[in-house]
């Protein structure tokens, strides 16, 4: 049986991954949730809603874009859950830098999400910009 937040967690995590945007998400967050990545792609982006718009935004130049969830594990004594996934998609649609490219991606990274209550209170994503950014052509 899965907890509270695992399953909230996993809801989430699907509907930020989809493309659901922040009005697809909200429902799992706190209205201030904090979003942090070591990245120049998303350095300007601070908050929760922010990157889940940013992430239903990237589905214009790569539409076919999904997921392949890796690992999935919860610490329920730090209410904390992390999600390790594969991204993959091809830049067909307008987007990114220039013309779409017709290249590739697969980009590993992970979402550590903290709880407060049942909802997110902060979402960390590790993630690798600059190799995604060059399988795509864009770097």
Known sequence: MMSNIAIQAKLFFEACETGKGWEGCKGYCHPNASFSAQTGALSGIRSIEGY???MRDSFTPIPDGHYDLRFFGV???RNAVAAYAVFHGTQTGPGGPGAPTG??????YVYV???EGD???SLTKIWNDTISLQQLGWA
């Open 103 to 108: 290249k590739s991606i697969a980009a590993d």
């Open 52 to 54: 889940c718009n940013w």
């Open 75 to 77: 610490d329920e004594s």
């Open 113 to 115: 999400m903290k709880f």
């Open 119 to 121: 909802r997110i209170a």
